[in-house]
């Protein structure tokens, strides 16, 4: 069946330090991929997404390549802040289903000043 | 810009009472959905909506579960006799056929 498995948190930086949270899936076919993101007491943000392969996804400076050959759509940002503390959540779409999204157990992330 | 609302924000109840869950999609998407989160686990997919009709639901989906859009801008989930493993963080979504789902703030349901 269909999956997304994300690192675990929680994922501890500094202000300023390069982050990576790491996703890969399995799924037959083309899926599309997400990711979300749940700030404290938040309902779940789009952050990003791509279609297809190859396809990178950026938004606020994160940024996520979708890569067929390694399964993988590993969530990067150069610089994080502060305000970049939440909860961030990989998921897949496949083209079979109406608009089931699958979700990894997410990845929190506390970024201290 | 247009977001997706849900109420009540939160909700308490008894065992086998019976709790509607309300969302208001954003105003000119056509497919809209229900998922759940259980404290501590992932985020489940309970049910996709579109056309006044259900497209897939999960598992979890039995018949304790119905969902209805009762005019052009409600769309509910109705829990008929709520258990104590129904206590969650509920959270509706809408999208416009573009893939992107948008997500309300949720509902925390608990039940006692």
């Known amino acids: 069946g269909n999956s997304v498995t994300q690192m675990e948190g929680p994922v501890t930086l500094s202000e300023e330090a390069f982050l990576t949270i790491n996703c890969t899936y399995t799924?037959?076919?083309?899926?599309?991929l997400f990711w979300y993101v749940q700030y404290p007491g938040e309902g779940l943000q789009l952050l990003l997404k791509?279609?297809?392969?190859?396809d990178k996804g950026s938004n606020k400076g994160f940024e996520a390549t979708y890569r067929k050959e390694t399964t993988s759509f590993h969530l990067e940002k150069g610089s994080v802040q502060v305000s970049d503390s939440a909860v961030y959540f990989c998921?897949?779409?496949?083209?079979?289903?109406?608009?089931?999204?699958?979700f990894g157990a997410g990845t929190q992330v506390v970024v201290t000043p | 810009e247009p977001e997706v609302t849900q109420t009540p924000s939160h909700q308490v109840t008894q065992m086998g009472q019976e709790v509607i869950l309300r969302c208001v999609p954003i105003s000119n998407h056509l497919y809209f959905y229900w998922y759940r989160q259980i404290l501590g686990q992932k985020v489940e997919f309970l049910v996709s909506f579109y056309n006044n009709e259900i497209s897939e639901k999960s598992e979890i989906f039995d018949d304790q579960f119905s969902v209805e859009r009762p005019d052009g801008s409600n769309f509910t989930l109705k829990i008929r006799s709520t258990k104590l493993e129904d206590s969650a963080m509920y959270f509706c979504?809408?999208?416009?056929?573009?893939?992107?789902?948008?997500f309300g703030p949720g509902t925390r349901l608990t039940v006692l």
């Open positions: 998921a897949l779409l496949t083209t079979d289903s109406w608009g089931k999204l699958q």
């Open positions: 799924a037959t076919g083309y899926p599309s």
């Open positions: 979504a809408s999208s416009g056929g573009t893939g992107s789902q948008y």
């Open positions: 791509a279609t297809k392969a190859d």
